[in-house]
Nanobody
Framework: QVQVVESGGGLVQAGGSLSIACEAS????????IGWYRQAPGKQREMVAV???????DYAESVKGRFTISRDYAKNPVYLQMNKLKPEDTAVYYC??????????????WGQGTQVTVSS
């Protein structure tokens, strides 16, 4: 099995910055993509940022220019650097990892989420 754990959430003032991390572990053969998603009250889960094994990235329009997803290739974690935070960014942020496990099975694993709260 593959486990995904997020960390780094917290409370930040509007306009501030916060970095959260995602780390996948377990019986992993390869990770094809890691993405950050968020769920805000009254809203559906939405994609925030995704990074693929090839290094391509994709961002929600609402976070372009403010958020950056990156991978620490030496240590595996994927980070989401969030700058110029807005109250509308308040949500539970979930990390999703997709790839192949050591049994050659596709995995699609989610973490438990980390709360990001932006105060106004």
């Amino acid at each position: 099995q593959v486990q995904v754990v997020e960390s780094g959430g917290g409370l930040v003032q509007a306009g501030g910055s916060l970095s959260i991390a995602c780390e996948a572990s377990g019986s992993i053969f390869s990770i094809n993509a890691i993405g950050w998603y968020r769920q805000a009250p009254g809203k559906q889960r939405e994609m925030v940022a995704v990074i693929t094994s090839g290094g391509s990235t994709d961002y929600a329009e609402s976070v372009k220019g403010r958020f950056t997803i990156s991978r620490d290739y030496a240590k595996n974690p994927v980070y989401l650097q969030m700058n110029k935070l807005k109250p509308e960014d308040t949500a539970v942020y979930y990390c999703n990892a997709r790839g192949y496990d050591t049994n050659y099975k596709v995995f699609d694993s989610w973490g438990q989420g980390t709360q990001v709260t932006v105060s106004s």
